[in-house]
Each structure stands twice: as C-alpha cells, then as structure tokens.
C-alpha cells in the first residue's frame, strides 16, 4: 500500500495500487511519465477500451501540473498516483506543488472570444474525457475517474 495513498470514496480495501510516480516539473517528463502510466492501466485492465480518453486527459492533467503548478521548474514534483477497483473503475490522481486556482473561473473555451484562445481547454478536455474529475487542495490535486 503506498502511504500517499490519496482519500477518496474508493474502497481502500480493494483498490490497487499500480503506478506511484513523481516526475520533475519539466515538459520533456510529460511523455515518458504518460507512457509508464498507460502501460499500467493496460495492465490492470480497469478500463478496457477508454484508454484513447484517459491518455488524453492525463497528458492534459501533467500539462497543467509542469506550466502552472511547478511553472515549468525541474526543482519542484509533480505526483502521479493511479489504483483500480475493478467494480469502480481506475482512479488517477495528479498533485503539483503550485497555488492552485478555482476549476468554476475557468471560462469555457467554446464560447465567444475563448474560442479563439491558443490554450485553455485542458481542463475543459478532461471534464468531457472522464467519467468523475474532482479538484482538492486548493485545485494543486486533480482525481479522474474512468469507469
């Protein structure tokens, strides 16, 4: 059992841990941390088929944890924690070191003058990609579920 195992409403008793990852807050660690994350997730089977969509949202997840969290600093983590409960589903958690911010002032990226923005639908991405997001600590902790 990892001892950053985060509290949620999984059942502690039969979720699985499979990958407990801390990666440094540089944008080249986004993809080998991606690829060790989704060998995992193949592995444990938990959500068979949606792995295109949780792909997606975790590259989007790690994407905000380095730019905003760590501000692209190497010196400063980012921590990937993911577990399965095969009756729930595979539960992801990403926590950066940053001030965090509040997900209800992000304004929608496909209305009015957002749509034309070069960045800001990552977080819209991966509220449309998994089944449950939830932000802790302050918005410094994202945890997707995908059944």
């Known amino acids: 059992m990892s001892p950053r195992r985060p509290h949620c409403?999984?059942?502690?008793?039969?979720l699985a841990a499979q990958a407990d990852l801390t990666i440094p807050?540089?944008?080249?660690?986004?993809g080998p941390a991606v690829e060790k994350v989704m060998a995992a997730v193949q592995e444990l089977g938990c959500a068979a088929g949606k792995e295109f969509e949780i792909e997606i949202a975790l590259t989007e997840a790690?994407?905000?944890a380095v730019e905003h969290g760590c501000e692209h600093d190497p010196d400063k983590n980012v921590e990937i924690w993911v577990?399965?409960?095969?009756?729930?589903?595979?539960?992801?958690?990403?926590r950066d070191p940053g001030p965090g911010f509040d997900p209800s002032q992000i304004p929608s990226p496909i209305e009015g003058e957002?749509?034309?923005r070069e960045g800001?639908?990552?977080?819209?991405?991966?509220?449309r990609l998994m089944d449950d997001v939830h932000y802790e600590r302050g918005g410094t902790e994202i945890r997707m579920t995908k059944r």
Do not use: P, S
């Not at 409403?9 to 039969?14: G, H, K, P, Q, S």
């Not at 577990?83 to 990403?94: K, Y």
């Open 9 to 14: 409403d999984f059942d502690a008793l039969t």
């Open 120 to 127: 800001g639908r990552g977080i819209y991405l991966i509220n």
């Open 114 to 116: 957002q749509v034309y």
């Open 62 to 64: 790690l994407a905000n």
């Open 83 to 94: 577990g399965c409960d095969h009756e729930r589903g595979l539960l992801i958690v990403v």
């Open 25 to 30: 807050g540089h944008v080249g660690e986004i």
